[in-house]
């Protein structure tokens, strides 16, 4: 059994299929990378595995847990980050994570708060309202409050987007570490230097079915045909670019 | 370029048209569209028969009400030269100052851009006009001069920035519109009467928009008026497209201050917009325990720094109430008891309305919420728990100062018979979930229909809004009356039944109370339940695009 299991996962919106006939696994400690180009059902996907958007059919499971019928067992796996941080206008920095540690069940959770803040570079922000927050900062603080209670299960939607080359690289540091310590990582991102430099493996899709699954290195070796000297974006380009004059 | 600013102005006014069709393959828009066109064929469609004779009476050619209006119409085109606003331009969207201002498009094309997009509304206003009066085959006439009237406060709009420009602002446009009226209204009076040369002259052009838009004119008339109106609202367009002003500066400056009203009631309906933004939380979180009181705590938060304005408000209005009586005579003192129990018996009602900081506030982030670790039913009842206790705290603390004022201030006798502790604690224990009862129907409204309560100011309205607002009322309205009938009929038997068996002893209040409030409490407990399950198959993503714009 793996942390998150995803067996057949369509969603439509109305009469439009959104993603269609979907099957991937993440180990523990593996990032897996979820490209492909706008409208591909990235972003619905990574919704239906937190439980946002039920999947019109398929299964989902978390840590064992089917997402549909065990969602809140499943949810207390996992952290999702959407791409648009929505905070709480009316709590602070510290009330976030309270909150957060609160719900969350996490056992003497005012401990962990400040090294989170210190590692977001939010401890001067404690006391901040939303509405004082950059977008970045937004960002981080919805960052840090889904690592309170050390999920198994990471989902990021675009984690870096309006965040600094500073919290950029602590950001890719975190994720590093978290994967190391063992959580499973789901990773939506068009920064496919990234993906390469982040993930294990990658999920290619497009028009909300898959293209391509593997590792990165067998999805290079596969476009390069045994050249190996093709990076993950000239690799993405070929196979979006195939699927697209195929149909 | 014409064409294609014609162009996009049409075909947006197509889509949003389609769009509006479209809806109504929901269920939902099209019995709100029904709702809606029933509600004007009532309000409006028993009143055409009437109101077109009332109408036809008065307002002919060449009668007294034919007067009046151009009189009135007189004082509009006159009173917009003092409006204070003097900034030059239109109002335009983001993107149509992102793409209009960017584009080779004069100010010729801009103003065309505008007029016809404003089209579809003004002709909406028209035939709702003209339907209001039972005049509908005016429809065209009044169109003629609403259209004209759009041309005409464009063109003032950009002559009081022309005229800022020569130093001439506000006060000095005001006392110039002023003396007009001042001076026409002198000689109207010193001559006796409104017919005289001075006025005649004056309502010389706005007796055509009158002509144009009412009934009972002559053919050759009214295709006169017709004429002299579309003039005249050319003659407007080309003015304001030829006054040197800064007209791109002064459209993103209105556009600006539009934008910011939008984002301000959208904040506030955020919950950005705090009273009390430093209040500090009611209590400490405990690390262990129920998480929902998590939930409890962020909405206690917000309830005290967003919705404290409120709890003031009342407090103040119930401490002038407490403090004035001992200034008045004692006989008075009745008028302020019942003025209190007044305050006390709305509060059940108001608080609903008064204290939302519950899915109504949250509704935006619900993508949020559907990923915390709880089930449906622990949050929509998290959820509801703030308000609730605020509303319990201030109708418990309405209630025994009203119950102390009552006994101490109160001749004995008459009302003062009734306030005993045992009347007030089940007045309590009968407002709290009445409080409950209609909490859960503010937050089934938002859950249920969330493009409805969350609707944005950009969003067209029309019938399908009325009808949706209609559905919420009378939909309120009726799951009250529903919900309170059984406890109404239980309470009658259980009154009976305590008064024979318990009179007189503490036992009483328990057997008369307690059956009504069991079956309120069960029908709170069923709304939270289907509400809850209806929360975990909530599906976002069908109603997403309303809830985040």
């Known amino acids: ?247 | 370029m014409t064409g294609a600013l014609a162009y996009i102005a049409l075909v947006s006014i197509k889509n949003r048209v389609l769009m509006a069709v479209r809806k109504l393959k929901s269920a939902r828009y099209l019995i709100s569209a029904l709702f809606g066109l029933a509600y004007f064929a009532m309000m409006f469609g028993r009143n055409i028969g009437r109101n077109s004779k009332k109408f036809s009476l008065v307002l002919g050619f060449d009668t007294i009400g034919m007067d009046i209006a151009a009189g009135i119409m007189f004082l509009i085109l006159l009173a917009v030269w003092a409006w204070p606003v003097d900034d030059a331009g239109v109002e335009l969207s983001e993107s149509e100052m992102q793409f209009l201002f960017s584009a080779p498009v004069s100010r010729r094309g801009i103003l065309f851009y505008k007029f016809m997009r404003a089209q579809l509304p003004i002709l909406i206003s028209a035939v709702m006009t003209t339907v209001m009066m039972g005049q509908w085959r005016n429809a065209l006439g009044m169109w003629f001069v609403f259209a004209s009237l759009s041309l005409y406060m464009t063109m003032v709009q950009q002559m009081r920035a022309r005229l800022r420009r020569m130093h001439i602002g506000f006060i000095v446009r005001l006392t110039v519109v002023v003396s007009i009226i001042t001076a026409v209204s002198w000689v109207s009076i010193h001559a006796g009467t409104f017919k005289n040369p001075l006025l005649e002259a004056l309502t010389f052009i706005p007796r055509f928009f009158a002509m144009a838009a009412l009934p009972n004119v002559p053919l050759l008339w009214r295709l006169l008026s017709f004429v002299v109106v579309s003039v005249l609202g050319a003659l407007c367009f080309l003015v304001s497209a030829s006054v040197d002003i800064d007209f791109e500066e002064g459209s993103m400056a209105i556009s600006r201050r539009k934008a910011n009203t939008i984002t301000r009631q959208r904040s506030q309906q955020s919950g950005q917009w705090m009273a009390f933004k430093r209040l500090p939380p009611p209590f400490r979180l405990a690390a262990t325990g129920a998480p929902d009181v998590a939930i409890i705590w962020k909405n206690l938060i917000a309830s005290l720094r967003i919705g404290m304005m409120p709890i003031v408000i009342l407090f103040a209005v119930m401490t002038f109430l407490v403090v004035f009586s001992f200034f008045v005579p004692e006989a008075a003192n009745k008028v302020f008891g019942l003025w209190m129990l007044f305050m006390c018996a709305i509060i059940p009602l108001l608080g609903a309305n008064l204290f939302s900081q519950d899915l109504r506030l949250d509704m935006t982030r619900i993508e949020y919420l559907k990923t915390f670790p709880l089930s449906g039913e622990r949050i929509v009842v998290a959820e509801m728990a703030a308000p609730m206790i605020v509303m319990s705290i201030v109708e418990l603390i309405f209630l025994g100062i009203t119950s102390l004022y009552l006994h101490f201030r109160m001749p004995p006798g008459g009302i003062a018979r009734f306030i005993t502790p045992q009347s007030i604690v089940c007045v309590f224990i009968f407002a709290v979930p009445i409080c409950a009862i209609l909490t859960v129907m503010r937050n089934a409204a938002v859950l249920l229909f969330p493009a409805w309560t969350l609707r944005s100011k950009e969003e067209p309205r029309g019938l399908v809004v009325t009808g949706q607002r209609l559905v919420v009322v009378v939909g309120n309205a009726i799951v009250l009356a529903v919900t309170l009938v059984p406890a109404a009929i239980v309470f009658l038997p259980a009154v009976l039944i305590a008064n024979r068996f318990f009179s007189g002893s503490p036992g009483f209040l328990a057997v008369a109370s307690l059956p009504p409030l069991a079956i309120i409490a069960g029908e709170v407990w069923l709304g939270v339940r289907m509400l809850g399950k209806y929360f975990d198959s909530f599906d976002a993503s069908n109603e997403l695009d309303r809830i985040m714009t």
């Open chain 1, 1 to 247: 059994m793996h942390p998150i299991e995803v067996i057949s996962l369509a969603k439509n919106y109305g009469d439009f299929p959104a993603v269609k006939d979907l099957s991937f696994t993440v180990k523990e400690g593996e990032i897996l990378g979820l490209v492909g180009p706008n409208g591909a059902g990235k972003t619905t996907t990574l919704r239906a595995l937190a439980g946002i958007h039920p999947p019109t059919s398929g299964q989902i499971r978390i840590k064992g847990y089917d997402i549909r019928e065990d969602g809140v067992d499943a949810k207390r796996h996992l952290a999702f980050f959407p791409d648009e941080p929505r905070l709480f206008d009316y709590l602070s920095v510290d009330e976030h994570m309270q909150f957060i540690g609160r719900l969350y069940g996490v056992p003497d959770f005012r401990a962990n708060i400040e090294p989170l803040l210190t590692e977001f570079d939010l401890l001067d922000k404690r006391k901040a309202m939303p509405a004082e927050l950059s977008r970045g900062m937004k960002q981080k603080l919805m960052i840090a409050c889904g690592f309170l209670h050390q999920p198994a299960v990471l989902i990021f939607d675009e984690p870096l987007t309006g965040l600094d080359p500073l919290g950029i690289r602590r950001m890719k540091e975190s994720i590093a570490r978290r994967a190391k310590e063992g959580a499973s990582i789901i990773l939506s991102s068009h920064l496919l230097h990234l993906v390469e430099e982040l993930c294990d493996s990658v999920l290619v899709i497009q028009n909300g079915s898959s293209i391509a699954y593997g590792t990165i290195d067998d999805l290079k070796w596969q476009i390069a045909q045994g050249r190996g000297d093709v990076t993950l974006e000239e690799a993405f380009l070929r196979i979006t670019s195939e699927e697209a004059a195929a149909k």
